[in-house]
């Protein structure tokens, strides 16, 4: 079974600074997708960015971007020029080729600070 | 423009009482999730449906049922509502088209608390 990991229950920046999320999962699968969803108080599911396994590049999405380590099962995301609408739990998530279904990870809570 | 809801919002129930928790989508989409958020736990998978007539359970289905009629819907039953069952209920429903991965569009979420 996958499992995901976020070791990081809470963070908090201050207002245009830099802030990165940590993720890692476990698994015995060679393809497979990483998801970051963002949820604010709205409690909304968001979509913030992803990424494909056999895929080498990482991903970005303007002020969003990871860094994916395939051999260290490890999937972080950065934030960069943090925005008082970033403020949000964020969740880390896994999904296995074909199978559609997405394994969460506990999620952080990101403050930012004016 | 396609959307998908859940109804109730919110719910409050006591202990032992049937409940059904509301899905529709209007994307058309062939997949649909039932998902719950406990702090500390993230979303868990209860069940989900590839299909019409489809369904499985997922990791933590014990209590829980689905049907899937049609397309549209997939409500989430608790057969006898218990306190550990209060918790934020999200479904999400996705299409798959030939070997891509496509986004899981995510309803506002129902909270439901089990008295």
């Known amino acids: 079974a996958q499992t995901v990991t976020q070791s990081q229950p809470e963070m908090s920046v201050q207002e245009a600074e830099t802030v990165t999320l940590s993720c890692t999962y476990d698994t015995s699968e060679s393809n497979y997708y990483l998801f970051w969803y963002k949820q604010p108080p709205s409690r909304q599911m968001i979509l913030v960015i992803r990424?494909?396994?056999?895929?080498?590049q990482n991903a970005t999405e303007n002020r969003f971007s990871v860094n994916f380590q395939k051999a260290a099962k490890s999937f972080s995301l950065k934030i960069s020029d943090s925005q008082l609408g970033d403020t949000a739990m964020y969740f880390c998530a896994f999904m296995t080729q074909g199978a559609q279904k997405l394994v969460f990870g506990q999620g952080t809570r990101l403050t930012i600070n004016p | 423009d396609a959307e998908i809801t859940q109804s109730p919002r919110h719910k409050i129930t006591e202990t032992g009482r049937q409940v059904t928790l509301a899905c529709h989508q209007t994307w058309n989409h062939n997949n649909m999730f039932w998902y719950r958020q406990d702090l500390g736990h993230g979303l868990r998978l209860i069940h989900y449906s590839y299909g019409v007539q489809d369904t499985n359970k997922g990791e933590v289905s014990d209590g829980y049922s689905v049907s899937r009629s049609n397309t549209e819907d997939l409500p989430l039953t608790l057969e006898s509502a218990a306190s550990s069952q209060t918790s934020v209920y999200f479904c999400a429903s996705s299409d798959l088209t030939s070997a891509e991965v496509n986004e899981q569009f995510f309803g506002p979420g129902t909270r439901l608390t089990v008295l």
């Open positions: 990424q494909e396994a056999y895929k080498q």
